[in-house]
């Protein structure tokens, strides 16, 4: 690999890529159908699938265990799908990854994990020494160089991972599931940590994940994949704002929970009785400008009675459901008014 890859050039390319598994049980599995993926140097980008959708397979063919059926694989500028094993195995060096079960070796310390692959790759002792110690101090746990991973909580685990990934200065970085078996407050704390790895090291981030909760944190784009395809794909602005598929919007839902559902709307809908709308809200759409003169324009009040607004992007987003109260035709003429601002949904009595 090249040493510089500059940001906003691509350095991942997946082009109409397609990968076929013959299985004795089922036949042919088809996991990946034309899958068409482009990943910027410098990006942190999330793939986000429900289980079997294709995710590992996809990671396994950008590192280059799994080939194409068909398609090519293009990292750094190189075509993965003519090289023999062995320069696959110079693109592997360049590839930094870190898994779901941390995968450390509990027979050695946490230093000797990290320095693993710095042996492999023939470093002498002395230089061995300095990285390791320069990579555990990064990542926050140079005081836990002499403890074995049994002694770690899984937080320290994952740092040790990423500081074992990131050993033989990697320009990509693949995180396949790596917050999953951790806490919210762990998954939090090793999600700044990658954005670091990210700014300060300018590795590329791909992050394969089943939670848009990451998503959300972390990443610049997303693409979405269900069933081998992708069926969505661009800045995670864009797809949280107006996700078009069913399923982006099933995995947009589990963040914003910004739509009362289930028992909490039954309560709702028992205490108001009035016309319920659920308002998008969004920086760029002022509705308390709308809502504050709702009275004196169209003889409507409102009351909040649900509602979720998240951090995206550096922009409020999120949902606010309000009962209005007054005539049938000022509710109407208050939510037109709404609806040129953002998009207003009735909630169905
Ligand atoms: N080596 C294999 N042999 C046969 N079928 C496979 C193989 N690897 C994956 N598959 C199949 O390909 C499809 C996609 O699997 P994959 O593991 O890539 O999905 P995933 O999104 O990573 O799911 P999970 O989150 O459960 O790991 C599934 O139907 C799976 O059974």
Same mark, same amino acid.
């Not at 991973?149 to 685990?157: A, H, N, V």
């Not at 920086?283 to 509602?307: C, K, M, P, T, W």
């Given at each position: 690999?090249?040493?510089?890859?500059?940001?906003?050039?691509?350095?991942?390319?997946?082009?109409?890529?397609?990968?076929?598994?013959?299985?004795?049980?089922?036949?042919?599995?088809?996991?990946?159908?034309?899958?068409?993926?482009?990943?910027?140097?410098?990006?942190?980008?999330?793939?986000?699938?429900?289980?079997?959708?294709?995710?590992?397979?996809?990671?396994?063919?950008?590192?280059?265990?799994?080939?194409?059926?068909?398609?090519?694989?293009?990292?750094?500028?190189?075509?993965?799908?003519?090289?023999?094993?062995?320069?696959?195995?110079?693109?592997?060096?360049?590839?930094?990854?870190?898994?779901?079960?941390?995968?450390?070796?509990? =027979?050695?310390?946490?230093?000797?994990?990290?320095?693993?692959?710095?042996?492999?790759?023939? +470093?002498?002792?002395?230089?061995?020494?300095?990285?390791?110690?320069?990579?555990?101090?990064?990542?926050?746990?140079?005081?836990?160089? +002499?403890?074995?991973?049994?002694?770690?909580?899984?937080?320290?685990?994952?740092?040790?991972?990423?500081?074992?990934?990131?050993?033989?200065?990697?320009?990509?970085?693949?995180?396949?599931? =790596?917050?999953?078996?951790?806490?919210?407050?762990?998954?939090?704390?090793?999600?700044?940590?990658?954005?670091?790895?990210?700014?300060?090291?300018?590795?590329?981030?791909?992050?394969?994940?089943?939670?848009?909760?990451?998503?959300?944190?972390?990443?610049?784009?997303?693409?979405?994949?269900?069933?081998?395809?992708?069926?969505?794909?661009?800045?995670?602005?864009?797809?949280?704002?107006?996700?078009?598929?069913?399923?982006?919007?099933?995995?947009?839902?589990?963040?914003?929970?910004?739509?009362?559902?289930?028992?909490?709307?039954?309560?709702?809908?028992?205490?108001?009785?009035?016309?319920?709308?659920?308002?998008?809200?969004?920086?760029?759409?002022?509705?308390?400008?709308?809502?504050?003169?709702?009275?004196?324009?169209?003889?409507?009040?409102?009351?909040?009675?649900?509602?979720?607004?998240? *951090?995206?992007?550096?922009? =409020?987003?999120?949902?606010?459901?309000?009962?209005?109260?007054?005539?049938?035709?000022?509710?109407?003429?208050?939510?037109?008014?709404?609806?040129?601002?953002?998009?207003?949904? *009735?909630?169905?009595?």
């Amino acid at each position: 690999m090249s040493s510089e890859a500059r940001p906003g050039t691509p350095l991942i390319e997946l082009r109409d890529v397609t990968k076929v598994f013959t299985t004795a049980g089922r036949g042919r599995v088809t996991a990946l159908d034309g899958i068409d993926l482009t990943i910027e140097a410098g990006d942190i980008f999330a793939i986000i699938g429900y289980s079997g959708a294709g995710k590992s397979t996809l990671v396994r063919l950008i590192n280059a265990l799994e080939r194409v059926t068909s398609g090519r694989v293009i990292v750094d500028g190189i075509d993965l799908t003519t090289l023999s094993e062995r320069r696959l195995r110079e693109v592997r060096r360049g590839i930094g990854m870190i898994f779901q079960q941390f995968n450390l070796l509990r =027979s050695r310390t946490v230093f000797g994990n990290v320095a693993y692959p710095l042996k492999i790759a023939g +470093w002498s002792k002395a230089d061995i020494e300095k990285r390791v110690a320069e990579l555990l101090n990064f990542v926050g746990i140079l005081d836990k160089a +002499w403890h074995y991973p049994d002694q770690l909580s899984g937080g320290q685990k994952q740092r040790v991972g990423i500081a074992r990934a990131l050993a033989t200065n990697p320009k990509i970085l693949l995180a396949d599931e =790596s917050t999953s078996a951790l806490d919210p407050e762990t998954t939090a704390d090793v999600l700044r940590l990658l954005k670091r790895v990210n700014t300060e090291l300018g590795v590329t981030i791909v992050v394969i994940t089943h939670e848009m909760e990451v998503v959300r944190e972390i990443a610049d784009r997303v693409a979405v994949l269900d069933s081998g395809r992708i069926i969505e794909q661009g800045r995670v602005l864009d797809v949280f704002t107006d996700p078009q598929h069913e399923t982006t919007r099933r995995f947009v839902g589990t963040v914003l929970r910004d739509q009362p559902e289930g028992t909490n709307l039954e309560r709702i809908r028992a205490r108001h009785p009035g016309r319920l709308v659920t308002a998008r809200v969004r920086d760029d759409r002022n509705i308390g400008a709308v809502l504050s003169n709702a009275h004196a324009r169209h003889g409507v009040s409102f009351e909040i009675v649900y509602g979720g607004i998240k *951090e995206l992007a550096g922009q =409020s987003f999120g949902g606010l459901t309000l009962e209005l109260i007054g005539d049938d035709s000022g509710v109407d003429a208050l939510i037109a008014e709404l609806r040129e601002i953002t998009e207003v949904q *009735e909630v169905a009595s």
